[in-house]
């Protein structure tokens, strides 16, 4: 059997995008501003999903980013907080990016993760989490953000993982909205009738 | 800043394992008994989790394998399931398996999903899962299993995705207990603590 691969690599204008910015940016307001840059920059493709995230050191340096590639990487599990933490355990250079317990490394997500990338965080080694647009923001423009916990974020305190929200949410909505409105393609898969 | 790349490719011995195995196998059992060999197979590697997953089209022939990588692939997002989807959507060529609302492809878990693969089954347009070993197997040798909705199955169901439980669990925890009881590693990162 051919077994195929996928390799998971951050389009070019990410990089691009991120010559333009401090290596470091010990602020967390200026730390979610460069996700949700990546969300719009990303919308602006005409491709893939509004959504971007990056994963911050505590002393705020950058260490990886993601966007949405659903579409241009063929793959529904390509959603920017999966890539973000993928690449971050990769420079880091382990599955567990906490490395025994610290408290080092930050997921900022410019739109509340779903439930797949929800589910993917407690394995990550993350501490913290930051959002920008709520979950509902991307529901109303028609993306599906699965069955997730209804105490999801008290599921993620528990578990070690700080969470706050709303940081520039109406910067966040604003990149979702723009993008429902230019007619962004809203790609979730049709659930198959029985 | 230099952006890493992550390249998700199974290991050359599954190849030489599936050369084993005829490639159409019309019967549930035993596309379950090739799920549950990919964990057992995994297992006896010594470096990864007991987890194996499949991925087969309505008529039985083969689409993609998975098996857990979290500690060869130096990521936590690499469970045998995520890996089984998106090489299917790979060798398909659609981020979206249903292709638009047919039921054509199915998961077979060696293990109950956690809450991360749990949450990549619907946007994967996958029609159907099967699982072998039940999510407490799992919790009783000392993996944890996520923050998963309580009626996870009804859940997915309601979404399209029929689920069927307990296919050759008891060959499937077989595999989980032999790895627990040969020292092998439960692998979970360690909760920050406060």
């Not at 996700?35 to 971007?52: M, Q, R, V, W, Y």
């Not at 990769?90 to 509340?112: A, I, P, W």
């Not at 990550?124 to 930051?130: A, E, P, T």
Request: aromatic share 8%; hydrophobic share 45%.
């Amino acid at each position: 059997m051919n077994l195929p691969k996928l390799i998971i690599r951050l389009p070019d204008w990410v990089a691009s995008l991120l010559a333009l910015w401090p290596p470091c940016l010990p602020d967390h307001q200026d730390q979610m501003r460069l996700a949700i840059e990546l969300s719009a920059k990303n919308a602006e493709t005409g491709i893939d999903g509004p959504f971007g995230a990056a994963v911050f050191d505590d002393r705020g340096r950058l260490v990886s980013a993601g966007v949405n590639m659903v579409i241009s990487g063929g793959s529904s599990i390509l959603h920017a907080e999966m890539i973000a933490i993928a690449l971050a355990q990769k420079k880091v250079g382990r599955f567990d990016l906490s490395g025994g317990g610290q408290r080092r490394y930050h997921l900022f997500s410019s739109t509340e993760p779903c439930a797949m990338c929800l589910g993917a965080i407690p394995w990550s080694g993350l501490s913290r989490l930051f959002c920008g647009a709520r979950d509902e923001d991307a529901r109303a423009i028609g993306f599906d953000e699965g069955a997730k916990p209804s105490d999801w974020a008290t599921a993620l305190n528990q578990r070690g993982v700080q969470v706050e929200r709303d940081l520039l949410r109406w910067k966040a909505v604003a990149v979702l909205n723009r993008y429902a409105s230019s007619g962004g393609k809203i790609y979730n898969p049709v659930f198959p009738s029985e």
